[in-house]
């Protein structure tokens, strides 16, 4: 029985192991006891078994060691009991335990901070590779055992050990503190670091740096200074006035333009309140109108006489959370322009109706047809037409245009193919039936997307009266050129270069040449000695000065010379010039002769203007002749 009890003593030895340590302590000394008395008992045991006197002895020993081992088994019950409770109680920490290091180190790999543990003196003991490598590029191989300041960017290196002796000076967590880091690539990023001293905790003994990469959020920052910098640069070059309120209708801001049409600095307008600064303003529609904007959140435009400075603004107000944008300009020069405009198109509208000239303006549709937008009060005049019968009848070209020139127009419409300037005449029927002629300068609008014209707009004249008078002019030029042919005497016209421009055909007998000869040519009847005389005659006569029945020497064809009496007059241009000359030339007996014929030429007043002076005009394509 006693080698039993010491087998089981020895099978609780090998299960205290699996207790936990405060646990394994309370059982290890009760075994103990048990087998330090049950060797007591083992050796009382043999001694009485020496005598029969130690029988009854051992008997009660036996006794008290049942009651013991009684005891003792209770206590080893309850002691396995505890033991099992302790080993579930060990696998569910442990299963938490190995859990919450997987839940840790799943947020190590995917967190986007880089932890890292600093010994005291500031080299890198441990940190989570997969940030550290992925926010600076290298492996934790390469960092552990380092210096944190190591790859710290030189400006900002004392910012980070005074950070750092901070730390070592007191436990806990710092304020963060933001520097930079050289990147595997060479390049620098940007981190916030928030440090922690745990150098007095025994699970840690080390400073965990948390550091977050803020580079993105640094360029942000940067390019938004930059972008405010370039959008107050331009404020400061508009043409327009700016500026800022608050909500309490203080100035935050205004620009150089705004300065300049105030006339005060924006030192002494900055933190002032508007309606303060400018009172004459607050019963204005400049008030109104602000207060609408900020009340019901809306944009407003509107045009203000500021009659302190005496100028017109147009404003722009914009709200938003923090008050008000304005912009502004002076519109004065607009405003008088205006009203300068409204008096010229009054002027004009009674202009327009006292004269022969008109103006329209037609759009082009799809199909060709067109459209009259507007037309001017002398249209009705001349055609008898009201622009509104034009515009339901489809176009002024198709209604009043003579038949005969209809087909001159459709071809030109035929021929656009861009936007261009066309001029031309043509005849129009009025509504009383009347023809008369317009001059048309009209301009075309060409849609590149369309290929077609989309718009023409232009002016009418109504040249009638100078049509009449060049058909009657053109009949008297007929009528002249005739009686140039038929003329008895020689007339003979010259340019400016002394090229002959008319040759008549008293000229080919008196002189021997034919007209086809000496058109274009120099004046050949000039003989060679009387050059310098008649050139200074030609000039004289370019100049103005008329030759009167002049006595000189000539040259035929064949060479012969003859004695002829010459009559110059100017001959000038539309524009008043002289362009040349005309000379009517006799021989000196058929002019004696003439004389005896009519018999009375009285005085030199009546040679200065002889009869033929009242009939003979320019030829075609001449545009006048003068007799001084």
Known sequence: MMQNLLKHVRELQGHIEQLPVDKQAILTSSVEQLSTSLQELAAEFQSLLLSKQAQAKLERINSNLDIKVAQQAASIRHLEQQLEQSQILYRKVTQALTKGESR???????????????????????QNSIAAERMLGYNLEQRIGEFQDDLIHPDDLPVWQAYLAKLLKQPGIAPPVEYRKRHANGSWVYLEVIGNNLLHDSSINGIVINSRDITERKFSE???????????????????????????????????KAEQCWQRGRQELIGKNIWDEFPDTADTIFFKQFYRAVSENVNVKFEGYYPQLNIWFEVEAYPSEEGLSVFFQNITDRKNAENALRASESRYRILSQMTSDFAYSFKVLPDN?????????????????????????????????????????????????????????YRIVTKSGEIRWLWDCRQVVWDEV??????????????????????????TNQVLQGLIKALPLAVVGVDSNALVTVWNSAAERVFGWKESEVVGELLPIVPSDENVDFYAMFQSELAGEAQVARECRRRRKDGSSIDVCIWTAPMRDAEGLTSGTIKI?????????????????????????????????????IKNLQTT
């Open 450 to 475: 369309e290929n077609r014209a989309v718009g023409i707009y232009g002016a009418c004249q109504d040249i009638t009266q100078h049509k009449l008078v060049e058909a009657k002019l053109c009949e």
């Open 222 to 256: 940067a390019a938004l200074k930059k972008s405010q910098k370039q959008i107050v640069n331009i404020l400061e070059k508009i043409t327009d006035g700016f500026y800022v309120l608050n909500r309490q209708w203080q100035f935050t801001y205004l620009n150089a």
């Open 585 to 621: 030339v006799s021989q000196i007996s058929e002019a004696n002769g003439m004389e005896e014929n009519m018999g009375r030429l009285q005085s030199r007043r009546d040679r200065l203007e002889p009869f033929w002076a009242r009939y003979v005009k320019l030829p075609a394509g």
């Open 369 to 425: 047809t067109w459209a009259c937008e507007w037309m001017t009060e002398a249209f009705t005049k001349i055609t008898g037409y009201t622009p509104k019968e034009i515009a339901t009848s489809g176009g002024l070209q198709f209604d009043c245009i003579h038949p005969d020139d209809l087909e001159m127009l459709l071809e030109q419409m035929q021929l656009r193919s861009s936007s261009r300037k066309e001029v031309s005449e």
């Open 104 to 126: 840790l180190q799943s947020l190590l790999r995917n967190s986007s901070d880089l932890m890292t543990i600093l010994e005291a003196d500031g080299r890198i003991r441990d």
